[in-house]
């Protein structure tokens, strides 16, 4: 059975650096064809597609959050970390990591964690 | 950064067959996943490679994608159903996309 879970600060104050932490079980992301990624909800919006990191360290990001954004592995084998910097009130959402499943052009995320609510406020 | 267009809210009576339609032209190139969201929760994969269901999700949820647009379609609507719904894909710079969300209420 596949889970992941996510753990980082509640709240943070505005250009603070975010880092948040997925926790998975049921697979490696050393084996080939794993990735996990991230993605955000603000309170009674959409989601929004942050970052991911594939089983050979390969990374991606959201092109208009990329300068802010960086996803690796954990120091533990199953973990992974974002963090996303100069933190704004705009940012405050509900953080998902998600294993990525599937093959070029044809991905999909599952299972996803419960989430995490960042609140950014001074 | 490419989009995905959802219409902001659908709805249906019990019994009904409701669609939510999803249009970008990243899905010319790329497969289109579907997730339920109900209040509260996390989002929950409802159909993945354009038309194919994971065990466990009832048979009355369908896709299908054609060109830019794809179409979830719900038959035998149930009080269950009402949630949130997306649409996702990939862009040619493997970013994925999402849609803006589909509101569904059931009358």
């Known amino acids: 059975q596949v889970t992941l879970k996510e753990s980082g600060p509640a709240l943070v104050k505005p250009t603070q650096t975010l880092t948040l932490t997925c926790t998975f079980s049921g697979f490696s992301l050393s084996t080939t064809g794993m990735r996990v990624t991230w993605i955000r909800q603000p309170p009674g919006k959409a989601l929004e597609w942050l970052a991911r990191i594939d089983w050979d360290d390969d990374k991606f990001y959201n092109t208009s959050l990329k300068t802010r954004l960086t996803i690796s592995k954990g120091a533990s084998k199953n973990q992974v970390v974002l963090t996303m910097t100069n933190m704004d009130p705009v940012d405050t959402a509900t953080y998902y990591c998600?294993?990525?499943?599937?093959?070029?052009?044809?991905?999909?995320?599952?299972?996803w964690g419960q989430g995490t609510l960042v609140t950014v406020s001074s | 950064q490419s989009v995905l267009t959802q219409p902001p809210s659908a709805s249906g009576t019990p019994g009904q067959r409701v669609t939510i339609s999803c249009s970008g032209s990243s899905l010319g190139s790329n497969a289109v996943s579907w997730y339920q969201q109900l209040p509260g929760t996390a989002p929950k994969l409802l159909i993945f490679a354009n038309d194919h269901r994971p065990s466990g999700v009832p048979d009355r949820f369908s896709a299908s994608k054609s060109g830019t647009s794809a179409s979830l379609a719900i038959s035998g609507l149930q009080s269950e159903d009402e949630a949130d719904y997306y649409c996702a894909t990939w862009d040619d710079n493997l970013n994925g996309v999402l849609g803006g969300g589909t509101k569904l209420t059931v009358l």
């Open positions: 998600a294993r990525l499943q599937g093959t070029t052009r044809e991905y999909w995320f599952d299972p």
